[in-house]
């Protein structure tokens, strides 16, 4: 391990010199290049989430990100949870390094209240009620889209209040037949082996495989810490990924989807128990028939989610939900229709492993949703509209109905103005309910939270940029939160009457020849509106996140750099702790040695910011200081 170690910290300071001299060394060739024969970065993406049905981001009404599988490839040996902290609104609260348990905020909502869909399949934990995007390998994800706001409630149902994030599959468009290797170190002993086959013939039948296994040696969880828990808490993960479709004829297609980590997160326990690990497994499959006319489309699709958890010191839990989704779209003579039904059925076992603690089981430990939607869309050269309703009957709580009214004016060909409304929900999770440990009590009266989500915004969009100012307020009744009692010293959750979540995100994306550049800053306002807290801002809400970053490309290379901001964050619910703010400075690039092999690097923190992202009751979770990544693709073509 000594020189290995060794061998990574030269490679360190070469990949830094490599990653800046890569810019010298190749500026007076890129400049001459003809500009048309550059790559160009698509600044008017389609998505489908925000819909449902594939549409311009610039006729989309609520805020629309989309990560695509050229920016991903800044992120190989990452995970989608650190692709998402570096988007507009996102901040994180992490228990250590690579693989630790995490959570998302995103405008002030919580990863709870966002929900998370694999190719169309619900993901996430029953339990807990939160994703383990942190566990999701960016290698097998093709991109991922991002719908800001509750709009996303009266399409996609509960749990949707802050957003939907939706991450497709590596495969979903595969051009030609190729296959590909990947291999990479890092920082920490951080190696990653990869390999992908993508088939594709002449009457559209597309198939892609791809595997990978990420392991690192990881940081110390906890920063002070003696005996056992002084040690690395590394990391390692085996990935898979299938996408398949078939045109059985001109107007039908059939297909299925699947991702699977299965992954091994070593932690450090309170008991200070030497090899303290978590063993997970989390993916989806899914399965689709799709009928596809003139002015009628038809998609019927199935799948199952996985979300199984089991640390060896406490309770194993295993989440499965199960979906089935009926999608039809039919084109007007102006806008177009759509309408369609969904089942879910949610369930979660628990395996006692703590019996001194107690009996641990729920008292109801699955439900079922059965939910029915509506929604009209139009999208003229001068307005935009979006109207959505959709009814959910829930059977642990009582049936919902959401709705979401959006409309946009273009004041000018590359000027709009535009503004929605809409209605969210949100059930408590089954831990909330009814788990009880030696941190935890349940409330078993808790009540359905529910939202009134207002956005406005202006958006220039041209072919050289996309500028777009959003302004948000959320109003939530019910908020579940959890409350400490220091008499009892264990956490429960609780209704808050109300809270107020409210703010303004600014984004700006250019590309000029061959130089891109841009940021993003969101203020957020995460308020209590009532009870001993109010006034206060909500815990780990930070009030100001941004990033800014400055790219060039060029035919055989190209190379960003970025700083990315995070201020104050209070920790504890009656604002009178907080956490420092922080910026961390990081370079990216891509050198295309031939039209075969691409050898891509990362450095991240530069400045060696020591910082941390959670802290509290004496506790402070590491984060990486200085840190890359290097690896090699080739592709057979």
Do not use: C
């Amino acid at each position: 391990m000594t020189f290995l170690r060794s061998s990574s910290t030269i490679y360190l300071r070469l990949s830094i010199l490599s990653a800046l001299g890569l810019f010298a060394a190749n500026t007076a060739m890129a400049t001459t290049a003809n500009a048309s024969d550059l790559p160009q970065v698509e600044l008017d993406k389609i998505v489908v989430t925000a819909t449902r049905t594939p549409t311009k981001i610039s006729n989309t009404i609520a805020q629309t990100r989309v990560v695509d599988s050229e920016e991903l490839k800044r992120y190989q040996g990452q995970t989608a949870l650190e692709v998402l902290k570096r988007q507009p609104g996102f901040s994180i609260k992490q228990d250590g390094g690579m693989g630790s348990s995490s959570n998302f905020y995103l405008r002030g909502y919580d990863s709870k209240r966002v929900l998370i869909l694999i190719d169309g399949i619900r993901y996430g934990s029953m339990s807990t009620g939160q994703p383990a995007l942190a566990l999701l390998p960016t290698d097998q994800i093709d991109r991922i889209e991002i719908l800001y706001g509750a709009s996303g409630s009266s399409i996609y149902g509960a749990d949707a209040m802050g957003g939907v994030i939706q991450i497709f599959t590596k495969g979903n468009d595969v051009a030609q037949t190729n296959f590909s290797v990947t291999a990479g170190v890092g920082s920490n002993d951080h190696y990653v082996y990869g390999a992908a086959a993508q088939f594709a013939n002449e009457a559209g039948a597309k198939l892609s495989l791809s595997a990978s296994r990420n392991q690192t040696d990881g940081i110390s969880a906890i920063k002070y810490q003696t005996g056992n828990n002084k040690d690395e808490d590394g990391f390692e993960s085996n990935n898979f990924a299938i996408n398949a479709s078939v045109p059985l004829t001109e107007s039908v297609s059939i297909g299925a989807t699947g991702l699977f980590a299965k992954s091994t997160s070593e932690f450090d326990d309170y008991t200070n128990k030497p090899n303290a690990e978590i063993d997970q497994e989390n993916g989806a499959v899914s399965a689709f028939s799709q009928y596809e006319n003139d002015k009628l489309t038809v998609r019927l699709s199935a799948g199952q989610s996985l979300d199984k958890l089991d640390n060896k010191v406490g309770d194993a839990f295993e989440t499965k939900q199960k979906q089935a989704n009926l999608l039809s779209t039919y084109l007007l003579p102006s806008g177009q229709l759509q309408a369609g039904a969904e089942w879910l059925k949610q369930k979660v076992d628990i395996t006692d492993n703590t019996p001194n603690n107690g009996n641990d089981t729920y008292k109801i430990n699955d439900r079922t949703i059965k939910s029915g939607f509506i929604g009209y869309q139009l999208n003229k050269d001068t307005y935009d509209l979006q109207a959505n309703v959709r009814y959910d009957d829930n059977s642990q709580f009582d049936n919902e109905t959401t709705y979401s009214l959006g409309y946009a004016v273009r004041l000018a060909p590359s000027l709009r103005l535009g503004t929605s409304f809409a209605t969210g929900y949100r059930a408590p999770s089954l831990n909330d309910l009814y788990i009880e440990s030696s941190y935890y009590v349940p409330n078993e009266n808790l009540e359905v939270e529910k939202s009134n989500n207002l956005e406005v915004f202006i958006e220039s969009n041209s072919e050289f940029q996309t500028t777009r100012l959003t302004g948000f307020n959320s109003r939530v009744d019910n908020l579940i939160n959890n409350a400490y009692d220091p008499a009892t010293f264990k956490y429960q959750a609780t209704n808050i009457d109300a809270a107020r979540l409210s703010g303004y995100s600014l984004t700006s994306d250019w590309q000029l020849s061959n130089v891109l550049f841009g940021g993003q800053y969101t203020y957020t306002d995460a308020e209590e509106r009532s009870g001993e807290n109010k006034g206060k801002q909500l815990a780990y809400r930070p009030e100001h996140t941004g990033l800014i970053y400055v790219g060039y490309q060029a035919l055989d290379f190209d190379v960003r750099a970025e700083a990315e901001y995070v201020g104050k964050t209070y920790n504890a619910p009656d604002n009178s702790t907080s956490i420092d703010s922080y910026t961390l400075f990081n370079i990216s690039g891509n050198y295309y040695i031939n039209p075969n092999l691409t050898l891509s690097s990362r450095i991240e923190n530069l400045t060696n910011e020591d910082y941390t992202t959670n802290e509290g009751f004496g506790t402070r979770y590491n984060q990486n200081g200085t840190n890359f990544f290097t690896s090699l693709t080739y592709n057979w073509y």
